[in-house]
């Protein structure tokens, strides 16, 4: 399979974005769209044109989808019906190379953020519904040793300072206290997220970087697939 080159992104990327932090408008956003298109929304395209390849090599079960809407690319907005905070567009750029089975970001799926200042890249599945999140736990109840496996392998601490997402302070309902791996059960989120400083996603060998780090956050999600009963 032949990989797709990218050159990195932009540096304007991330100075749209600091500037839409100060201005987050809609009059501000409208006379500043063709800078969005240009500067965030074409270069995330060819990232993920180029993330196409390099992710069918670690799985072919997640779908790298270049589309500027509807594709593995988060809109620029933000849904504000329900929030308090009602800032209309968010001040990152993301995508999410999801599992061909899945419809939304609860789906498993390998992840890529780009604000300023901050850049990070993994796998895992955030907040998914209690069915999925009791077939992953009941998985780790019942094959602990597999679990074990995939949190200690050499590469999860130095790479993501270990196996992250946010949790319960209480066992979840129907797991005991003295249950294997009870830290882990508590999760509600699993991931294994690298974080570099901005200047990398600017260079040549970025999508080189991000692909490598899926294929290290690999058996974390062959785990999650296997408990929820779907390909990897």
């Known amino acids: ?13 991330f100075r749209f974005l600091e500037e839409l932090a100060r201005n987050n408008n809609r009059d501000w956003f409208s ?4 800078r969005y298109l240009d500067q965030v929304l074409e270069p995330m395209c060819e990232f993920i044109v180029a993330m196409a390849p390099r992710l069918q090599w670690v799985s072919r079960s997640f779908v ?3 589309r500027p809407n509807g594709g593995s690319m988060f809109r620029i907005y933000r849904d504000v ?6 800032r209309p567009y968010k001040e990152h750029a993301a995508c999410h190379f999801r599992h061909s089975g899945g419809r939304d ?3 498993p799926g390998f992840y890529v953020h780009l604000e300023p200042g901050r850049v990070l890249f993994g796998g895992g599945i955030w907040k998914p519904p209690s069915v999925v999140l009791g077939r992953i736990r009941d998985r780790i ?3 602990p040793g597999d679990w074990a496996k995939v949190r200690d392998l050499p590469d999860v601490e130095p790479l993501f300072g270990g196996i992250g997402g946010e949790g319960l302070k209480r066992p979840p309902r129907g797991y005991p206290e003295d249950a294997p791996h009870l830290d882990d059960l508590k999760r509600k ?6 974080e570099v400083p901005p200047e990398r996603a600017l260079s040549p060998g970025f999508a080189d970087a991000v692909g490598s780090t899926f294929a290290a956050s690999a ?8 408990a929820i009963g779907v390909a990897f």
């Open 1 to 13: 399979m032949v990989e797709q080159h990218f050159s990195g992104f932009p540096d304007a990327l």
């Open 31 to 34: 006379a500043n769209k063709d």
């Open 64 to 66: 790298a989808d270049s």
């Open 81 to 86: 019906r329900f929030s308090k905070d009602k």
């Open 105 to 107: 970001a609860h789906a």
């Open 141 to 143: 109840v019942e094959k």
């Open 189 to 194: 989120t699993f991931f294994l997220m690298r």
């Open 219 to 226: 058996p974390l999600m062959r785990f999650i697939c296997k």
